[in-house]
């Protein structure tokens, strides 16, 4: 049985959603979309044969719709995904969930409140690079986890010609609203949705950041501000650290390591669901360590995948089902279940992401307040036949 959804806002990023769906046919049912833009929202339903709401409020006033997708600029989330909370509705928001923690904390309070959800992306932890990548660490597969290098740069943006990037609707990257909201709020969620998955939420961020590049063009906004660059060193349970890195001043680089006490398990692109996982030993001896160096043959394999599908999707040129979050969390409503990403989990990945941009506000060192559950991995690629142990040890978890 499918669950109704509507989107609210037709912009960049709905065509990326648009894309993803037909992966979800038997559990999404689009019922319909509204844009604050008559002439978007003309564009947007024309091309996809798509039915439209006059106003938000008719949106909301559908009783069909049992998931609002919140696909608007971020300034808006906040707000609108506390009208469709109130109106009873079910949330899936773009990232982030608020530009402010304590309006964070407030919608996932309302949603208990009313008895509803609400999650906000990335969904890319559910994927099957990350999920084969967490199956290898609860397996050991290089011995237990000490250090992560996650890196989410992604060039000299405003130098790669961003005003040819259009959608096959016509929408342009919102360049400006891109560069103003900032690219550690817009891409940390890759790396920290991972993390906290698999290690547990963040305990502690020490961090830097700053705007490297003041002037970057014509979609400069005023009073420009926002970091370009963000270092920040995450410290989870048991000693584990990672450092995760964001920009748009580095080259293209999303690259995801897990350095183990017996070697690397390594993800090239987080970005692609289908990017291998591998798994590298550490060499024994210095020759070795030469030979690799000078060879860059480092006596890795591939970890076979824990879960193959067709996915349908041109993000961006990579494989990225964008709809895979909504589709979990439809599945979770009618389980009867709380979404995997859902309260908490969002809200700390909103918080540690508005961290790590702005320590001026949070300080260089921070301590979250938002402490999520621990999440179980996808029913598709649990091992049934005995109890999956975290990769650090001392978090136990069952399949669900």
């Known amino acids: 049985m499918t669950v109704g959804i509507a989107f609210v806002g037709t912009g960049y990023v709905a065509d990326l959603y648009m ?9 999404l049912d689009l ?67 608020a530009l402010d923690v304590d309006e964070a904390k407030e919608l996932v309070t309302l949603a208990a409140r009313h008895g509803r959800h609400i999650v906000a992306a990335p969904s890319s932890v559910l994927g099957e690079a990350a999920q084969t990548l967490w199956s290898a660490l609860r397996d050991r597969v290089r011995g237990r986890p000490r250090l992560v290098y996650a890196e989410m740069d992604d060039g000299l943006v405003h130098r790669l010609g961003y005003r040819n990037w259009r959608t096959r609707t016509g929408a342009q990257w919102p360049a400006e609203d891109e560069f103003r909201t900032g690219c550690t709020l817009e ?3 890759y790396a920290l949705t991972w993390l906290t998955a698999m ?6 961020v020490v ?20 970091p370009d660059f963000s270092c920040a060193c995450l410290e989870f349970d048991d000693g584990l650290i990672a450092r995760l890195t964001n920009s748009i001043i ?11 006490e017996d070697g690397i398990l390594e993800v090239a692109e987080t970005w692609d669901f289908k990017t291998p996982v591998r798994s590298i030993p550490v060499p024994d001896t210095r020759v070795r360590r030469q030979a690799q160096k000078i060879f860059g043959w480092d006596g890795g394999r591939r970890i076979p995948p ?32 709380t979404p995997r990403l859902a309260g908490d989990f969002s809200a700390h990945i909103t918080e540690v992401s508005l961290a790590i ?10 301590i979250p307040t938002i402490v999520p559950p621990p999440i179980m991995p996808m029913d598709w690629q649990a091992q049934q036949e005995r109890p999956m142990a975290s990769p650090l040890g001392d978090r136990r978890q069952t399949s669900c």
């Open 207 to 226: 961090t830097t950041a700053g705007c490297l590049v003041r002037d970057k063009g014509p979609d400069t906004p005023t009073n420009y501000t926002t």
């Open 306 to 337: 824990v879960h193959t599908r067709r996915i349908s999707t041109a993000s961006r040129g990579f494989p990225m089902d964008f709809a895979l979050g909504i589709a979990e969390m439809a599945q979770a409503i009618r389980a009867g279940r």
């Open 357 to 366: 941009q702005h320590p001026e506000r949070f300080g260089a060192e921070y």
């Open 199 to 204: 290690f547990g939420p963040v305990r502690r």
């Open 187 to 189: 891409h940390a969620g």
């Open 31 to 97: 019922r319909g979309i509204h844009d604050r833009s008559p002439e978007r929202q003309a564009v947007f339903a024309d091309h996809y044969k798509l039915n439209t709401y006059p106003d938000f409020d008719a949106l909301l006033a559908d009783d069909s719709v049992e998931i609002v997708v919140n696909l608007t600029n971020p300034d808006q989330h906040a707000a609108l995904s506390r009208r469709a909370l109130e109106a009873g509705k079910h949330v899936y928001s773009e990232k982030p969930l």
């Open 250 to 260: 580095a080259p293209h680089d999303h690259r995801f390591r897990v350095f183990c």
């Open 19 to 27: 894309n993803s769906l037909d992966n979800w046919q038997q559990t």
